[in-house]
């Protein structure tokens, strides 16, 4: 059984704190993950007239997100200007890339893309990827391998952008198995590696999952015949959930359960690739919509 194992890191501190912690944890096990850093400011605390919606704001309640992140977080962004991630914490990243994780591109600020993505303009999705590309090059010196949307929200607007990009691939969408997009008819060229298990804040607090049988609840997810991806945010599993995390790759370990960076996962011909269009949809847990795989094989009449 693989897993291939992609971070998030969506905030100054995840990257300050929550990075080097993952790596310490990661390298102890002999494990190389993909990390999609978020490179420009950091305004993640405008997010708080999501509370406004009764969905966020249970979920916020039930995750007990003002312990898990930190009040410094959940206010970033709001009463200043947020501070530029990967220009004072340039190093940090660089240390990540120079462990041999993948690095890859998450987004240049976090809370906009997710906020506004649907009415984003081409040229607004290719200057915000572009930014964030150019400054993740400039502090490792390597040129990032990957993307992944902030929230998993994605318009085809964006895969098709992304296509000027030299990712080996992307990981936008909801949905199980590798697959080639499909866009207005024409198969893109960057397979799409989606998330097909849930993250931490989807399941806290729901159907009885709590810390302490959550490690569980979690790897009854695996699917053990077919294809797995795990997001772990640095946030969370870097941060205050950090032991929990490790304890969790010692009961994986244990059940003969590996873990890869998802680029070592992807097949050597791309075009065998089975193809799918992306679709938006809701999933339990999160709120809002999110970009999923369609099921239905591209071409194929309803």
């Known amino acids: 059984m693989k897993i291939a194992l992609r971070v998030d890191v969506d905030t100054y501190r995840g990257t300050r704190d929550g990075v080097p912690a993952l790596c310490r944890i990661l390298d102890k096990h002999g494990i190389r993950a993909a990390f999609f850093f978020s490179a420009g400011p950091d305004n993640m605390g405008r997010h708080i007239w999501r509370l406004l919606k009764p969905?966020?704001?249970?979920?916020?309640?039930?995750?007990?997100?003002?312990?898990?992140?930190?009040?410094?977080?959940?206010?970033?962004?709001?009463m200043w200007?947020?501070?530029?991630?990967?220009?004072?914490?340039g190093g940090v990243i660089k240390a990540c890339s120079d462990a041999g994780h993948e690095i890859g591109v998450h987004a240049w600020d976090h809370h906009a893309w997710q906020a506004h993505i649907d009415r984003m303009s081409n040229e607004q999705i290719e200057k915000h990827?572009?930014?964030?590309?150019?400054?993740?090059?400039?502090?490792t010196g390597k040129a990032p391998t990957c993307s992944a949307v902030p929230g998993w929200r994605c318009e085809p607007a964006a895969l098709a952008v992304k296509e000027k990009f030299p990712f080996r691939y992307n990981s936008d969408c909801r949905g199980s198995g590798i697959f080639m997009p499909v866009v207005g008819g024409k198969t893109l060229k960057t397979p799409q590696m989606p998330l097909s298990m849930p993250t931490y804040d989807e399941?806290?607090?729901?159907?009885?999952?709590?810390n302490e049988n959550y490690n569980e609840r979690l790897l009854s997810t695996v699917d053990p015949d077919g294809y797995n991806m795990l997001t772990i945010h640095a946030e969370a599993e870097g941060g205050a959930c950090a032991g929990m995390f490790e304890q969790f790759l010692r009961m994986a370990e244990a059940r003969g359960i590996t873990f890869h960076a998802p680029g070592d996962l992807l097949p050597e011909n791309l075009s065998e690739l089975p193809r799918h269009e992306i679709v938006k949809g809701e999933?339990?847990?999160?709120?809002?919509?999110?970009?999923l795989k369609n099921d239905r094989p591209a071409g194929q009449p309803l």
């Open 81 to 89: 200007p947020g501070p530029r991630i990967a220009k004072h914490l």
């Open 283 to 291: 999933i339990p847990g999160r709120e809002g919509w999110v970009a």
């Open 203 to 210: 399941m806290l607090g729901k159907n009885g999952v709590t």
């Open 55 to 78: 969905a966020f704001l249970w979920k916020m309640l039930r995750t007990k997100a003002a312990s898990l992140y930190g009040l410094d977080i959940l206010l970033m962004g709001t």
């Open 129 to 139: 990827l572009r930014m964030a590309f150019e400054e993740l090059e400039r502090v």
